[in-house]
């Protein structure tokens, strides 16, 4: 087998080791089926209960409320920018959103084209630096929702708390921070991650919606597109993405019983993004992190270096010492070091001993 790199990738990210074997080792054949997860019927008895147990754990994890459902759809996170408006967002209504970064900003630039958008805050002239307060928030009175991004995967910052909306629903954007800490779901109206940051393969997300909200599509959505024909049919209106499906089950499998729950992952991820951000904080500017510091996300560590082209040797370095993905998105420039669920500790160790070698040789 080729060697495995320490990885930093944004998006696909690392998947937990043990998922990665447990997978190939039932590849050919999972047990009772004498196929491939990829090769039976979705409707079959094993992968009813692949998928069934995928949900269960979320709501073990998550302790889900009773009145939300969780659903696996396909489309990855950006088809939820459109099937939110589409299904939450009457005529005649306004949904609020919060514009802190790249991701919040296809949000509204699809929710749009479905309806009217109320920007309740933008960050666009600080450059994304940061959340908002309660108070800068312009939020609509009677919005149909608020939808915000809890993390920035873009520009590495995070939600610290979430907002007060009051009667109108939260919705979220939590592709990038999803399961990385516990949540109380009863907060939100829905929440929806794709899965390539920290819960499996690229192309499906999951999203987790309060019951009274599946009755507001309008008639005539297609069906493919309707939470509620998703939710009456359990996810399997037609074939989901099983193979997804299945990963996921695992790494939700992972999280319960080798890491131990959320508490536990959030306990390991502040110690991770703690030991990098130290590095940035105590590097006497040579690093610069990105995000002001209370916003700071525990995912995706941006920072900067004196110029483009130290950046560009900082970067390629790195690849050649085994630590791959640390480009920063092209649309900021930078480095930005993904750290997900599945980023060991000795890997974010590696990197942070990398910076601090890199600075003293090249200061
Ligand atoms: C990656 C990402 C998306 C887009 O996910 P796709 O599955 O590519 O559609 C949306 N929102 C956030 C916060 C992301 O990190």
Known sequence: MAERVHNFSAGPAALPLPVLEAAQRDLLAYPGAGASVMEISHRSKEFTEVIETASANFRTLLSIPENYKVLFLQGGASMQFSMIPMNLLGSGQTADYISTGSWAS?????????????????????????????????????????????????????????????????????????????????????IYAGAQKNIGPAGLAVVIIRDDLLDRAPDGLPSMLDYKVMAENDSLYNTPPSWGVYMVMLVTKWLLEDVGGLEKAAAMNQAKAKTLYDVIDESGGYYRGHAVAEYRSLMNVTFVLQNADLEKKFVSEATAAGLHGLKGHRSVGGCRASIYNAVPATSVDALAAFMKDFQQANE
């Open 106 to 190: 296809k949000a509204i630039k699809e929710a749009k084209k479905s309806g009217t958008v109320n920007v309740a805050w933008d960050n666009k002239d600080e450059n994304y630096v940061r959340f908002p307060e309660q108070s800068d928030l312009n939020l609509t009175s009677g919005a149909a929702y608020v939808h915000i991004t809890s993390n920035e995967t873009i520009q590495g910052t995070e939600m610290q708390a979430e907002p007060e909306t009051g009667e109108a629903p939260l919705v979220c954007d939590a592709s990038s921070n999803f399961v990385s800490k516990s949540l109380d779901i009863a907060k939100y109206g829905l």
